[in-house]
């Protein structure tokens, strides 16, 4: 499940809004990213992610990451999304090769949904349906700004959502019956 959640974050970098799943206040002993995000992408500092700032965040790290200034990304500088601003963890294994490769897969997946034309290139107007559905879903309120409190309050060690730890997984539902 980490993985599937490290490629949802790649994606979030792009679209701005999951990359705001993080919980809202870092615990005191460890810096939370998610929480530098927020105040990234918060402009002018008000609070509030507005359209505009999360949009500029997302065209700012797409030129970032497009190294040829081609206007559209290749998978590759795709790959290089989740590392931006993020120096390697100290004492941080390598992956397991049978998890590169599953990353790798999971990278060239979400490319692809994204490369609407199918050209083999990720342009920001290919990009940006997603950006704006993904701040949507992140504005919990509908006041089109997304806030510290419309923030997820889980950390990310305390799984995502479809996720339970063990021995903390719901009942199942009783199925139900036919009405007669």
């Not at 499940?1 to 005191?28: C, D, I, N, W, Y």
């Not at 509908?142 to 060690?157: F, K, M, V, Y």
Request: zero cysteines; hydrophobic letters at 40%; a neutral charge.
């Amino acid at each position: 499940m980490k993985l599937a959640r490290t490629f949802v974050f790649s994606a979030a970098l792009l679209a701005s809004g999951a990359a705001l799943a993080q919980p809202a206040t870092p615990p005191p002993s460890a810096p939370n990213p998610g929480a530098r995000m927020f105040e990234t992408m918060d402009a002018n500092h008000d609070g509030r992610i507005t359209w505009d700032e999360a949009w500029a965040f997302v065209t700012a790290r797409f030129n970032t990451a497009d190294a040829d200034h081609s206007g559209g990304l290749t998978l590759q500088e795709f790959g290089t999304i989740r590392m931006m601003g993020r120096p390697d963890a100290p004492g941080r294994p390598a992956p397991s090769p049978d998890r590169a490769a599953r990353m790798d897969q999971m990278r060239a997946g979400m490319f692809r949904s994204l490369d609407a034309n199918s050209d083999g290139s990720v342009t920001l107007i290919e990009l940006q349906p997603f950006a704006e559905a993904r701040f949507r879903a992140a504005d919990a309120n509908g006041d089109r700004a997304i806030t510290r409190d419309e923030l997820p309050q889980h950390g990310p060690r305390d799984g995502h959502r479809g996720h339970h730890p063990r021995g903390e997984r719901p009942a199942p539902a009783a199925p139900a019956t036919p009405a007669r």
